[in-house]
């Protein structure tokens, strides 16, 4: 993600885009021969064969949920917690898309992913790293509490910068969206489609723009991408750009109804939610929201929709019936993440600067726990790590 911005419109508006080295560093001997470090917070170190310094929890309120867990996406320190829902405890932060160094002979790992966005199929996890422009496929089921350091992992090397992972709705494949180094033209932005069953690249479409979020229609014959110039409507079948809708003022996050007739999309610029109507591709309804929404998601049903309104340090409740919101939930730290628990009972916002994750429960819209994702246990622990991406499953997390 990026530093913090201190408006929501005009030329003074600072892009969230401009990603954040984080805590890695790359140092290479006289010899050299390449180290790899990761300095994390309160002074725990990292490397490729050593042990934590110390052990991993967190600093959490008595949470209850149901039985499950919650994989977070945390850029800040190239890595993932795997969280128990049950009780927000912390089972383990495992290193994710840290490739060995070649040539060393060694175990030796470079620690530079910057895993910004996540998606989940089944017990599989894909991260989409961008540090070092790759796409990073777990199987979950192997994951274990003390292999932490470098779990069981396939990296897909794909394009420039990638931001966004999303899979079909029948697990097929795998569509990332490549922002591209926004510096100047052309655009190096693009879509790369995987084969979930060969976790090879079989596809690639270039836009002229840079690509950030996609979300499919249910049947998967269409993908709606998000980009600077609006959201572009692409036939999956064969990679055709059926239309691009303009004037969303920058949007970044989408969601598709589950009847497929409704899209959302947040405009970042004018703080709003844009619902635009899949049969026409055109806006038929603007909801006011808080300032910079960032991430939404849609429950199950389609009847309500959740809304990170990132500057504002608030959630955006809207029924979709009316598209009116019914709520707005106080959320300090920046949320930007959102994610439902499967049942959806609750509802999981990771904040971007407070590297706080608090979870609410969606029938009364109170908060039933908050936990921070860093090393240690104090008030400050996840500062930097920015939980940028949540995906939630009931499967019970690794070492149960």
Known sequence: MA??????????WASRRV????????????GGTATALAVGHSGTTHSATGQHAAKARLASSSCT???????????????????NTAN??????????????????????????TNEGVAMYGSTLYFANTGNDTVGVLDTAALTVKNYENPAETLIHVGYDPEGVAVTPDGSQVWVAETGPQTDQPSLGAISVISAATNTVTARLRLPTDPREIAFSPSGSTAYVTTGQGVYVINTANLHVVTVIHGLGDPEGVAVSPDGKTIYVTNTVQGKVDVISAAANKVTDEIGVGQMPWQLVLSSDGSTLYVADGDSNAISVISTASDKVTNTIPDAGDPVSVALTPDGSELWVGGLTSGIVTVFDTATNSSV????????GEANAGDGEEPTGIVLTTTPPPGS
Not at 3 to 12: I, V, Y
Not at 65 to 83: E, K, R, S, W
Request: aromatic content about 10%.
């Open 65 to 83: 949920g149901p039985t499950g867990t919650a994989y977070i996406a945390l850029p800040g320190y190239q890595a993932f917690d795997a969280v």
């Open 19 to 30: 990603i954040m080295a984080g805590a890695a560093a790359v140092v290479l001997a006289a």
């Open 3 to 12: 530093p913090r911005e201190t408006s929501n419109s005009g030329t003074g």
């Open 88 to 113: 927000c405890d912390l089972v383990q932060q495992y290193n994710e898309g840290d490739g060995e160094v070649p040539g060393t002979g060694t175990e030796d790992f470079n620690y530079d992913s």
């Open 369 to 376: 726990g908050s936990f921070n994702v860093g090393y240690g």
